[in-house]
Nanobody, 115 residues
Framework: QVQLVESGGGLVQPGGSLRLSCAAS????????MGWYRQAPGKQRELVAG???????NYADSVKGRFTISRDNAKNTVYLQMNSLKPEDTAVYYC?????????WGQGTQVTVSS
């Protein structure tokens, strides 16, 4: 079964940190180009961080310097370390391929940044 399962979200105060995980199963291999996306209420889903097959990373300007994407190929898991969180980071976070062709989206993990 092809599946992406995100976890690690929660409620955190501004300035806090969270580490999200995305476990892939089935034929999905996180050694491919992968990305973390987020969708805030009333907004379109956006790409916030990506990691290429070669390990190069890129970030949306809004999270640059605060978020770090990484992966563990042996565990077939992608991570997103989020530091210095801001209220505007509140969203449901998903992982998926960077490619135009995406796998089915997982359920996502809710991140809420609030005092």
């Amino acid at each position: 079964q092809v599946q992406l399962v995100e976890s690690g979200g929660g409620l955190v105060q501004p300035g806090g940190s969270l580490r999200l995980s995305c476990a892939a199963s089935g034929s999905i291999r996180v050694s491919n180009a992968m990305g973390w996306y987020r969708q805030a209420p009333g907004k379109q889903r956006e790409l916030v961080a990506g990691i290429t097959r070669g390990g190069n990373t890129n970030y949306a300007d809004s999270v640059k310097g605060r978020f770090t994407i990484s992966r563990d190929n042996a565990k077939n898991t992608v991570y997103l370390q989020m530091n210095s969180l801001k209220p505007e980071d509140t969203a449901v976070y998903y992982c998926n391929a960077l490619a135009t062709a995406k796998w089915d989206w997982g359920q996502g993990t809710q991140v809420t940044v609030s005092s």
